[in-house]
């Protein structure tokens, strides 16, 4: 398609199937062929043709009286839509924190049986840890796992120390695994040079139905007196974040 300096190209097809598509949207009992081109002026042959391509990839379904219904893809769409802008509305979130606490800020979940960091949202002058022990492995040295394992019962956590036994990290990380099975309630967790020297971090629980999830934030040792100013703005946001992510009840992945 020719086009002037500056101008993007175009694909006339491409732009006939979205209105197809938008029209149709505005019939949900179905509207037939003939009436979609005299609504979108497409001419009716290309109509059939486009109309053919939309059913044959899900997005369209041909009802048994001929007419054009709204399919499946259109939904998984939808479905996927609200899910990116729950995502941008946590991340936004996310961002806010970062901004107010000068601090890194991760979300996680427990997710089949495993610590699943899904997104950090840090900058240079608030940089994320330095993740040179993998957080599966290290639950137990920082508060992000002690966060999500606070949410499980103590045979599960049990369970996890025996797939993951707790290793010394620091001089400071716990290891007697008595102490870790029935450590730290449910509420905000925290943990000070368990994982890394020179770093601190604090969690508190983020609602999710039965899956344990926390937001988190790290901050080096020399402003351990800033502490307890994190605290309630660290909660503010896991409960901001609960509610967002209580009207679609899942977790966005992030992929």
């Known amino acids: 398609m020719a086009r002037g300096d500056g101008e993007p190209t175009l694909i006339t097809s491409v732009q006939r199937a979205l209105r197809l598509l938008e029209v149709v949207g505005e019939h949900p009992v179905g509207i037939t062929a003939k009436s979609l081109s ?14 053919r391509t939309l059913v044959h990839e899900g997005y369209l379904a041909k009802l048994d009286d001929g007419a054009f219904v709204v399919g499946s893809g259109v939904e998984g769409l939808h479905a996927a839509g609200r899910e990116h802008r729950t995502w941008g509305r946590v991340r936004d ?46 639950a137990h040295a920082t508060a992000i796992g002690k966060c999500l394992l606070a949410g499980l019962s103590p045979s599960e956590r049990a369970d996890h120390f025996s797939r993951h036994p707790p290793a ?45 999830a926390t937001l988190a934030i790290s901050f080096p040792t020399r402003r351990l007196a800033d502490r307890s100013e994190f605290a309630r703005p660290l909660g503010k946001a896991a409960g901001v974040i609960s509610r967002m992510l209580a009207v679609p009840g899942d977790f966005p992945t992030g992929e």
């Open 38 to 51: 005299r609504r979108t002026g497409i001419a009716l042959p290309t109509t059939y043709h486009l109309l």
């Open 168 to 212: 010394d990290l620091t001089p400071r990380t716990i290891t007697r695994v008595r102490d870790l099975v029935h450590g730290d309630p449910p509420g905000l967790v925290h943990d000070v040079e368990e994982y890394a020297l020179g770093t601190a971090c604090m969690a508190a629980p983020v609602a999710l139905g039965d899956v344990p």
């Open 93 to 138: 979130a996310m961002t806010t924190l970062r901004d107010d606490l000068n601090a890194a800020i991760y979300l996680a979940r427990y997710h089949d049986g495993e610590v699943e960091v899904v997104e950090v949202v840090d900058c240079p002058r608030s940089p994320r840890v330095d993740t040179w022990a993998d957080f599966r492995q290290a």
